[in-house]
């Protein structure tokens, strides 16, 4: 029986990332393959004929993806017993490509989100859901990382939030965690507005918020200092060989989405 979704907006964008992940994960010479998605796609009965079309916003999610799992999954390398956050997780499945067998894992997203997740993934013991919205600080009592070290990822949410909403995620996170990292997702201003991605526009999901540097970005929150900005371009580069070439151009690599890495700042604590 084929699954039915009743989503819009922002929780929709998640059958769009999914479902790229899928049809990429089918292709000869993938980099990361992501058999959650292509079994969540197969039961999900839902129009994927826009992202089908959106080059744009799939090259993007491939990007990240392959990114975000080296970066994650050296994350637990250096700290394999320790505590990874999914923020606005979506239909996101990295924990099952990476897992060591003894990271924990928070998926978190907004109940209805949730709701969703659980129809196609079983996530208990040391992966699990958390419904809540990652500006309610209550999320944080589900968490004890017991001392070990903290991951936060947050991808493909900071655009589509107002500034208030980001500053409020980042001091929550700052006040809960002393010592943790951050590797979230953020767009470059002009591109937040003027740039559509197709098959994000059909969501009625609009982007909303963008900035020029990580820097800017930690400080909105003093506890927290830059370590460094990673472009997507060099995810582009290992889905197409011409971006190590035109990689090089400092416009492409200032318009592209990027992703920041914080850290607590102990002079700030």
Not at 213 to 240: F, T
Request: aromatic content about 8%; proline content about 4%; glycine content about 6%.
């Amino acid at each position: 029986m084929m699954n039915t979704v009743d989503l819009t907006g922002v929780p929709e964008t998640m059958l769009q990332t999914m479902y790229a992940r899928a049809v990429y994960s089918q292709k000869p010479g993938h980099k990361f393959y992501d058999g959650k998605a292509i079994e969540i796609a197969k039961a999900l009965n839902y129009d994927f004929s826009m992202a089908d079309k959106d080059a744009l916003m799939g090259n993007g999610v491939l990007a990240r993806t392959i990114l975000l799992d080296r970066m994650v999954k050296q994350f637990i390398d250096e700290n394999p017993k320790g505590t990874v956050v999914n923020i606005a997780c979506g239909l996101d499945t990295r924990f099952y490509r990476v897992d060591n067998g003894s990271v924990r894992w928070y998926n978190l997203d907004l109940p209805e989100t949730i709701a969703v997740r659980r129809r196609f993934l079983r996530e208990e013991g040391r992966v699990s859901m958390i419904p809540c919205s990652a500006t309610d600080p209550s999320w944080t009592d589900r968490i004890a990382p017991d001392g070990e070290k903290v991951l936060v990822v947050i991808e493909g949410l900071f655009m589509y939030l107002a500034q208030q909403d980001i500053e409020q995620i980042l001091r929550i996170i700052a006040a809960r965690f002393h010592n943790v990292k951050i590797i979230l997702e953020f767009m470059n201003p002009w591109v937040a507005g003027h740039v559509k991605e197709k098959s994000i526009e059909a969501t009625q999901a609009k982007f909303t918020w963008g900035a020029m540097s990580g820097k800017e970005i930690a400080a909105l929150c003093p506890a927290l200092h830059w370590v460094e900005d990673v472009s997507l371009v060099e995810g582009m580069k290992e889905l197409y060989p011409i971006y190590r070439v035109i990689g090089k151009v400092p416009a492409l690599r200032n318009l592209s989405n990027k992703l920041a890495v914080l850290e607590i700042c102990r002079n700030g604590e």
